[in-house]
């Protein structure tokens, strides 16, 4: 028995053979992985400049951009209503308290 489990534990040797087929299958993976990989064309890859990876990173921005506002202000352009009030002359303190009184009035 297990002293942290009530669990039975396993023997050494079931161990070992387990952590033996582990190995076995990873370095099966590993080899797999190896052949999928070819070397002539890993040559032939196009490693971009300092420069040219940021600007290509700036035009990606700009287009992530420009998507992100087409979305936002799709078909919510403001309609501003015409003012046609005409512009009043300042009015006296009379005229405005006459005004008040005419709307409290009323």
């Known amino acids: 028995m297990s002293i942290y489990s009530a669990s039975p534990s396993f023997s050494s040797s079931?161990?070992?053979?387990?952590?033996?087929?582990?190995?076995?299958e990873i370095t099966h993976i590993t080899q797999g992985l190896?052949?999928?990989e070819n070397k002539d064309l890993a040559q032939q890859r196009f490693?971009?400049?300092a420069q040219k990876s940021e600007d290509l990173?700036?035009?990606?921005?700009?287009?992530?951009?420009?998507r992100a506002l087409?979305?936002?202000?799709?078909d919510q352009d403001a309609v501003m209503?015409?003012?046609?009030k005409k512009p009043k002359a300042p009015?006296?303190?009379k005229e405005a308290m006459a005004e008040?009184?005419?709307?409290?009035?009323?």
């Open 91 to 93: 009015l006296s303190e």
């Open 100 to 106: 008040r009184g005419q709307m409290s009035k009323a």
């Open 14 to 24: 079931t161990s070992t053979a387990t952590t033996d087929t582990g190995r076995a």
């Open 70 to 74: 087409g979305r936002r202000m799709g």
């Open 47 to 49: 490693v971009p400049s």
């Open 34 to 36: 190896d052949r999928l």
């Open 81 to 84: 209503p015409k003012k046609n």
């Open 57 to 66: 990173s700036k035009l990606a921005l700009g287009a992530k951009l420009e």
